[in-house]
């Protein structure tokens, strides 16, 4: 069923399971800093990175209407999760129905995109979350550009923990970090290029290079996404009509207000304001 969208130039809407979509959106702010945008994180009910391909599909598609219905044209999904489980079905079975003209885009694409440039033994490993690592998005993606390019994945379970519960400099994280990128390139010594498929994993960034041989890429997804972004909106004038540019964010959390204030100072240096959203 077709939805009675607001018709109105909008904001651009981010949205992420948590928080760790804000790493996304600091880079595309610092890209388009005159673009309006809304932040959605679904912090009441994170993490999407252990449910199934069904429930992150339902959770996503109803972030998605919630930011078109709050006049967004355009939504990017800054998370990993979302966009292995959910981005296609969202844009294959729903975009028509829903509004055909509107656009929901992901950071899988973008981030690849990137790898052919980066390695050169055409070996690449992905430390992501157990959700992205299951679901293969990443090698399927990087096999419909680049065939030759050999894929490992690595699932971390403890990276995001870490970052939530601000203990990204503490032994337990040079500890969590070392076992698995380790792990990952005793699987693979001709890894070259190591793919951070987590919106959270930047907050963990000097041990991750710590832990990592010098003479391997280190491919953080904000800069690919939001360089990405500003060619696409180059390059479809009628969408960037249809985004507002006064250089403000919103932010909304179906969590309490106050914790996700709190836990978003961990990943944005400035002071925000945020509101609480229902979203079903």
Aim: some cysteine; hydrophobic content about 40%; aromatic content about 8%.
């Amino acid at each position: 069923m077709k939805l009675n969208l607001p018709q109105a130039a909008g904001p651009i809407g981010v949205f992420d399971s948590g928080y760790g979509g804000l790493t996304i959106l600091n880079k595309i702010r610092e890209a388009l800093p005159e673009y309006d945008y809304f932040y959605l994180g679904d912090n009441a009910r994170t993490p999407y990175g252990t449910r199934s391909f069904e429930v992150v599909y339902e959770f996503t598609l109803q972030a998605v209407k919630k930011l078109f219905e709050m006049g967004c044209h355009l939504v990017i999904l800054a998370c990993n999760t979302a966009s292995a489980k959910a981005l296609r079905s969202i844009q294959i079975n729903d975009l028509p129905h829903l509004d055909p003209k509107r656009r929901v885009l992901g950071v899988i694409r973008p981030t690849v995109e990137s790898i052919e440039k980066l390695t050169k033994t055409n070996h690449v490993g992905i430390l992501a979350t157990i959700g992205t690592i299951k679901s293969e998005s990443y090698p399927m993606e990087i096999h419909k550009l680049f065939p030759n390019i050999a894929v490992t994945g690595e699932a971390c379970p403890m990276w995001v923990p870490l970052v939530e519960n601000n203990e990204m400099n503490n032994e337990g994280a040079t500890f969590f970090i070392t076992k698995n990128i380790n792990a990952l390139l005793s699987r693979d010594e001709l890894i070259d290029t190591l793919i951070l498929g987590c919106t959270h994993y930047p907050l963990l960034l000097s041990k991750i290079k710590q832990a990592t041989p010098e003479h391997i890429n280190i491919v953080s997804q904000g800069e690919y996404v939001a360089n990405s972004l500003k060619d696409y909106l180059r390059r479809h004038v009628e969408m960037d009509d249809k985004c507002t540019k006064n250089g403000q964010t919103v932010f909304f959390t179906t969590e309490a207000v106050e914790k996700f204030t709190e836990s978003a100072s961990l990943f944005l240096d400035e002071p925000i304001e945020a509101h609480r959203i229902i979203i079903e």
